[in-house]
């Protein structure tokens, strides 16, 4: 017995793993960002957020990290997946169990020869323990044990993922909540202009300084800045409640600390698309799913070599439960035992093709997440460049349209131009004004988006901020 155990223990050790050794494939990447920008600092790996230098966000991303639903449902896929590995690498051990019991029984007397000295009815007790072990010589255990451990790992990336989406979703929907603020206060003292206004026109219609058609105009003007209003309440309710989900919260109202004028401007974070590959939970895991399914062409092949288990009990067995362990009662087998396959009808050649496919598939994956995640970045860094440009823009398009609006009231006022010229200028500033708001919100956001987009080692910061429950 000692002998066949340390057999197979040497052929254990030394035996052969089925199947390919997983290698990380080559991946193609560019050299640098297209649009990377020259002011751009290594602050990747910091709590950015912070930098808005709001307390109330710091709060909003410090509760979500703690009560967000999405977060805990991830922790809950990682013990999952941790309870798997378990399950699938315990037949690397020996199964040691135990058994007992008891019988007592009477055979029929009635035509049947009683042999003399064997009482009836008979009773006999037993304890046993046994032990079984396949031996893993070709590696299929160890294969599954490797795709588990890669599917644990990528359980815990997927986790990662989600903190990463959190903590960009909820700054993001923070600054465009204080973006509509802004539109919102904007509208709102536009209204207030466009009411005097109504309130002038008609005085001066009561004393036939000016016609109807121009009052009508002037609350023609009122109404279009009033519809306007109720959108935004709108926009900025259904932006709460998201906001509040991202929380674990019911929906309801948000907190507001700074505005969005007082909010300080994150530094762009730097990085090689080489960081890329390292930093985003995505990529790895999907090269986790890799692994996971290239060790599944191990398992799968080591079904054309036989299974060897070997088995043992060891116990007691006596009639008289007072005698049940003492040395005569004393009883033991071991025995080896192999099984493989002759002829399956493609069953096994059928389980090897389904693992090289799913390790296909898995490869391509790998390779359209990391061609998706540079394309993320470069998207975030041009949006912000480009947004730079047309906030540039639309500030002199204000100056411009508040001149107008100036210069038309003074035309007005002097006779030298109707009042239609004045409500053209209006039209034209008020939409602007709201853009202008509206753009500044978006550069933010897409300096959100680009640190989102990089990953980095903040995801770690975040990470120690979450409760696992």
């Known amino acids: 017995m000692r002998w066949i155990i340390v057999a197979a223990l040497a052929l254990l050790v030394t035996g052969c793993m089925a199947g390919p050794d997983y290698v990380r ?74 058994s007992g019991g008891g019988t007592k029984e009477r055979a029929s007397e ?62 993001g929907s923070y600054v465009q909540l204080l973006g509509l603020d802004e539109q919102l206060n904007i509208s709102k003292r536009t209204l207030e202009t466009y009411a005097e206004s109504v309130r002038l026109f008609e005085l001066q219609f009561r004393y036939g300084q000016v016609s109807q058609m121009n009052v009508e ?11 306007a209003i109720p959108l935004i309440e709108s ?30 401007t994150p530094a762009v974070p730097a990085g090689l698309p080489s960081d890329i590959l390292e930093n985003r939970p995505d990529i790895r895991q999907a090269e986790q799913n890799l692994i996971a ?49 002759i002829f399956t009808g493609g069953s096994v050649s059928g389980q090897v093709k389904e693992a090289e496919a799913g390790k296909k598939a898995a490869l391509l994956g790998y390779e359209l997440a990391i061609q998706s995640a ?24 204000v100056k411009a ?24 200028a209006e039209q034209q500033l008020f939409p602007s004004e709201l853009n202008y708001a509206q753009y500044r919100a978006s550069l933010f956001i897409s300096l959100v988006k680009i640190y989102k987009a990089m990953g980095g080692g903040w995801v770690s910061l975040a990470e120690s901020a979450t409760v696992k429950k």
């Not at 950015?48 to 966000?57: E, G, I, N």
């Not at 299929?140 to 960009?168: D, H, K, M, Q, Y």
């Not at 998207?379 to 906030?391: F, G, S, T």
């Not at 349209?401 to 053209?424: F, I, K, M």
């Open 25 to 98: 494939p080559h991946a193609d990447m560019p050299e640098a960002f297209r649009y990377e920008e020259k002011e751009a600092r290594d602050t990747a790996n910091t709590a950015w957020w912070k930098q808005f230098q709001d307390p109330v966000l710091d709060a909003l991303i410090a509760e979500a990290l703690t009560s967000n639903k999405n977060i805990k449902i991830a922790a809950a896929n990682v013990e999952q997946a941790a309870g798997v590995l378990l399950q699938v690498r315990s037949p690397l051990f020996p199964q040691i169990g135990y």
């Open 110 to 171: 009635s035509g049947a020869v009683q042999l003399s000295g064997v009482p009836n009815p008979q009773t006999s007790y037993q304890a046993l323990a046994s032990a079984s072990w396949e031996v893993d010589l070709w590696g299929r255990i160890r294969r599954f044990t490797e795709a588990a451990r890669a599917n644990l790992l990528a359980s815990e990336e997927a986790r990662r993922g989600v903190i990463l989406s959190l903590v960009g979703s909820v700054a």
């Open 217 to 227: 105009q002037a609350r023609s003007q009122y109404e279009t800045a009033a519809a």
């Open 235 to 264: 926009q900025i309710a259904q932006t709460e409640n998201a906001l509040s989900v991202l929380l674990g919260r019911n929906p309801g109202p948000i907190p507001r600390g700074k505005t969005l004028n007082e909010l300080m």
């Open 293 to 341: 399914a290239n060790a599944q062409i191990g398992a799968a092949k080591a079904l054309y070599y036989p299974t060897i288990s070997l088995t043992g009990t060891l116990g007691f067995a006596s009639a008289d439960l007072a005698n049940l362990f003492k040395g005569p009662a004393r009883l033991w087998s071991y025995a080896g035992s192999f099984a493989g396959p």
């Open 374 to 397: 540079f394309a993320d970045v470069e998207n975030a860094l041009v949006a912000r460049r480009k947004l730079i440009d047309q906030i540039q823009a639309q500030e002199r398009l």
């Open 401 to 424: 349209n508040s001149e107008y609006v100036r210069l038309a009231r003074l035309q007005y006022n002097g006779g030298y131009s109707p009042y239609s010229t004045v409500l053209q």
